[in-house]
T-cell receptor
Framework: AQSVTQLDSHVSVSEGTPVLLRCNYS??????LFWYVQHPNKGLQLLLK??????LVKGINGFEAEFKKSETSFHLTKPSAHMSDAAEYFC????????????????FGQGTILTVHP | NAGVTQTPKFRILKIGQSMTLQCTQD?????MYWYRQDPGMGLKLIYY???????DKGEVPNGYNVSRSTTEDFPLRLELAAPSQTSVYFC???????????FGEGSWLTVV
């Protein structure tokens, strides 16, 4: 079984300050983990993904996330927020079956709405 | 390369009507998914498929049906539409393993 918990439903920061969006996961097997962003009334865009190659993952637009197995966490960070970062962010987990094959199911967190103030 | 294509983008249904949301992908992906998104609830899995001829229920399958006769197509059928099915629907696809999920643009459905 797999599950994802995004610890904050809303995060508010000032432009130029760091961003931290928290995600904890539960997975029976080695998980693949993703962060997606959704701007209002738009589709979902991939920010980054963890695929076991490296625990620190760099994504687009200056975002990065660190996979911490001991803490079952995959928090998303950015050193300096920009107004264009205001959106909803989703953490997603998929069991890989332990052998690199996927069961196929993707489980989404509830989402974190990021607000950026001037 | 079109990716994942969903139609229609917007639709208003009356209670009790039926309709089919179409989803097509041209990337030869084995796995396909249908999600619904409600405010503050994230995306909930309705049905998914791991290949042609194979489908399985997700978290919220009631009121929906799917089929997967080809690798490319994964239509979602709403039978006897209810107001609770007012939502945004996303189709997605991927290959197996660690690979990226590709999403369609979404379909906004209102049942009145």
């Amino acid at each position: 079984a797999q599950s994802v918990t995004q610890l904050d439903s809303h995060v508010s920061v000032s432009e130029g300050t760091p961003v931290l969006l928290r995600c904890n996961y539960s997975s029976s097997y080695s998980p693949s983990l993703f962060w997606y962003v959704q701007h209002p009334n738009k589709g979902l865009q991939l920010l980054l993904k963890y695929t076991s190659a490296a625990t620190l993952v760099k994504g687009i637009n200056g975002f990065e996330a660190e996979f911490k197995k001991s803490e079952t966490s995959f928090h998303l960070t950015k050193p300096s927020a920009h107004m264009s970062d205001a959106a909803e962010y989703f953490c997603v987990v998929s069991d890989t079956g332990g052998g690199g094959t996927s069961y196929g199911k993707l489980t989404f967190g509830q989402g974190t709405i990021l607000t950026v103030h001037p | 390369n079109a990716g994942v294509t969903q139609t229609p983008k917007f639709r208003i249904l009356k209670i009790g009507q039926s309709m089919t949301l179409q989803c097509t992908q041209d990337m030869n992906h084995n796995y396909m998914y249908w999600y619904r998104q409600d405010p503050g609830m994230g995306l909930k899995l309705i049905y998914y498929s791991v290949g042609a001829g194979i489908t399985d229920k997700g978290e919220v399958p009631n009121g929906y049906n799917v089929s997967r006769s080809t690798t490319e197509d994964f239509p979602l059928r709403l039978e006897l539409a209810a107001p609770s099915q007012t939502s945004v629907y996303f189709c997605a696809s991927r290959t197996g393993g660690w690979n990226t999920i590709y999403f369609g643009e979404g379909s906004w459905l209102t049942v009145v």
